[in-house]
């Protein structure tokens, strides 16, 4: 066989071996041209309305969502103050817990930041008050507020010591303030359970409280939820990476290349 | 080739026509088939089907010459064959010697004379090429391609497949007459 009857043999018409698959494999290009073609046409020529139902229901479920988890957060306490305050009347949710400005003077005044301004809200809540006989602590902090903060402290006890937290800062200044340590200071408070008065002062503007009520306060003491989290510790999630080891499979090039025969 | 006729067999193709999808399918399928077949015996035929079904896919927005038509046919058909050659390896970046392949099947003593084999045995011959050049030989003697149509299908630079095309050739020659030889020798 010379080279010329090679190249001939092979440019020679299709046997019936090759086109053996012929009917099969033209029916199958028919259906796929119609699947293709089907997937194009609706968008102009069909009825929209079950695209627009589908939407609907979409927009529903996130909305049910929304709602779900906005209910969720506004028993929880964790919504804005005006958002806690309309979910309170609305929804029977916990009022929210940051004071009135005009309730404690000062905790309005404190900064945008939310974390400061819980810090000093907190703070504020415990600032001494004059006091009508200047004896003992009960008389200057309010006592409910001050049997928390102790309660908070002996029950954190060692790991309370980082001097960041509201009840320490509070509990710290007081107890320095009569000369006394922070336990000296909290024992007759913790000895004597506080009642159950109203947290208002007098000339104060008797605006009633905006404390959660009594039953639905939490147990948690405030000086313990009043502590601003630290940026990245709890509340931040640590970013992660994204595409760990995520190159391509196929390196470009590699596709259209097949490896070479050996010769 | 279907020259003059192909502009309106491209448009009915377009459309869905089945004749057309047929006229294309057998002017098209035989040469697509033995070069694949150089490549991998085996997985050639459903390579060659899945390639036809994107044909069918993507005709509509098609536009073109005839020989354009063909390198896009060539180019869809060696790329679902490397897409099998990984799938049957279970891995990507599978390259053509890691899925063995028989090559042709022997062939019935009682057909020796039958014109298939005589395209058989040719094939079986390019296949002792190195792949790229029985490849590069494929589309530019057999398929009809010009160079820079065969660097498309292949991703190489022309110059490259003109120098694999001058090989391929020259050692099918050389190959021809040592077997000639061999022959007339007892």
Request: with cysteine; proline share 9%.
């Amino acid at each position: 066989m010379e080279l010329s009857e090679l190249l001939g043999a092979l440019r020679a018409p299709g046997t019936p071996d090759e086109l053996v698959r012929a009917d099969t494999t033209v029916a199958a290009m028919v259906a796929a041209h119609a699947e293709t073609i089907a997937v194009v046409v609706p968008l102009r020529s069909i009825d929209r309305r079950p695209a627009l139902v589908a939407v609907g229901a979409a927009l529903g479920i996130v909305g049910a969502v929304l709602i779900t988890g906005t209910a969720a957060a506004a028993f929880s306490g964790a919504l804005p103050e005006n958002l806690q305050r309309i979910a309170h009347d609305v929804l029977g949710a916990p009022a929210p817990t940051t004071l009135d400005p005009s309730d404690t003077g000062d905790a309005g005044s404190s900064g945008n930041d939310k974390a400061s301004r819980s810090t000093s809200r907190g703070a504020s809540e415990f600032t001494e008050t004059p006091s009508s006989d200047g004896s003992g602590p009960a008389a200057t902090l309010d006592s409910k507020a001050l049997f928390g903060l102790c309660t908070a402290f002996a029950d954190n006890g060692p790991d309370d010591q980082s001097g960041e937290s509201v009840a320490f800062k509070v509990l710290s200044a007081a107890a320095s303030a009569n000369d006394q340590t922070i336990e000296e200071y909290c024992a007759p408070i913790l000895a004597a359970k506080p009642g159950g008065k109203p947290t208002t002062q007098p000339g104060q503007g008797g605006k009633p409280t905006t404390n959660p009520g009594q039953g639905g306060k939490p147990s948690v003491p405030p000086g313990l939820t009043d502590k601003p989290t630290p940026p990245g510790q709890t509340r931040t999630a640590k970013p992660q990476p994204t595409n760990q080891g995520g190159k391509p499979s196929t390196p470009p090039g590699q596709t259209r290349k097949p490896a070479s025969r050996p010769s | 080739m279907l020259e003059d006729r192909f502009a309106d067999v491209l448009a009915a193709a377009g459309t869905g026509d089945e004749r057309a999808f047929d006229t294309l399918y057998r002017d098209i399928h035989p040469p697509l088939l033995r070069y694949l077949r150089t490549l991998h015996w085996e997985l050639a035929e459903d390579s060659a089907s899945e390639a036809w079904i994107e044909v069918a896919r993507g005709v509509a927005a098609f536009v073109g010459p005839e020989r354009a038509f063909r390198s896009w046919v060539f180019a869809i058909a060696r790329r679902k064959l490397i897409d099998r050659i990984r799938y049957e390896a279970r891995r990507p970046g599978a390259s053509f010697d890691d899925v063995p392949d028989a090559g042709p099947p022997e062939r019935d003593i009682a057909d020796e004379i039958v014109e298939q084999d005589a395209t058989r045995d040719a094939l079986a011959l390019i296949r002792t090429l190195p792949r790229e050049q029985g490849e590069a030989v494929m589309l530019r003697v057999i398929v009809g391609m010009d160079h820079a149509e065969v660097a498309a299908v292949m991703g190489k630079s022309a110059g490259a497949v003109r120098v694999l095309v001058h090989r391929g050739l020259r050692r099918l020659e050389r190959d021809l007459t040592e077997r000639g030889q061999r022959s007339v020798t007892p």
